[in-house]
């Protein structure tokens, strides 16, 4: 445990693996599995049940919600939020008696990002910068940032600010958010705020 901050709190039912880095102010929940190798940032939040394997990267600040998994070659960039029961994969056509371990995909969620409760992120996709991932969605596909995705399989339904709210453009590609006065245009298929 060496590589682990003072100011991070591991519940005793927890178990960290030697090897792990766990950034200063980190917190670890009731009955989560940390694996030798993985990396996890400053001021998180890993939730109870969940299992974070290694070769996983984890920015600071991210919040993981109860019952996540996330599997080897998932890297979660600064700030995203997981939410209860999501799923992510590495393989995309297991089977039980073939070892694929050599196989597995990169999956990577951009800052900012949300994945909703009970979504799944089917391995080998990127997941744009503060992109939101409805609810029970099923991610088989690459999300641009700012895209709000819902269903199964998840299609685009609009677009959001990084405050998480619906922007509505008008003619020109502009859209303010409703919450912040933020700008955003959209040019092109893309979502990109207005300095």
């Known amino acids: ?43 998180c939040n890993i939730g109870q049940n969940v299992f974070v394997a290694s070769d996983v990267l984890i920015g600071n600040g991210v919040k993981i919600q109860n019952n996540v998994s996330i599997y080897a070659g998932v890297q979660l960039e600064d700030d995203v939020f997981i939410g209860p029961s999501a799923v992510f994969t590495n393989v995309k056509n297991p089977r039980s008696p073939i070892c694929r371990k050599h196989e597995y995909l990169r999956t990577i969620v951009r800052k900012g990002a949300t994945i909703g409760a009970n979504a799944t992120v089917v391995c080998g996709h990127e997941i744009g910068a503060y992109a939101l991932v409805g609810a029970g969605a099923v991610v088989a596909c690459d999300v641009p940032a700012f895209a709000l995705m819902v269903g199964n399989p998840a299609q685009r339904a609009g677009w959001v600010s990084r405050h998480g709210e619906r922007l509505n453009f008008d003619a020109n590609g502009e859209a303010v958010c409703p919450v912040t006065n933020e700008q955003y245009r959209l040019k092109d298929g893309c979502v990109s705020l207005i300095k």
């Open 1 to 43: 445990m060496h590589m682990i901050d003072q100011s991070v709190y591991i519940d005793r039912t927890a178990v960290v693996d030697e090897g792990c880095r766990v950034g200063a102010g980190t917190h670890i929940w009731h009955f989560s599995h940390l694996m030798d190798g993985c990396c996890i940032g400053a001021n």
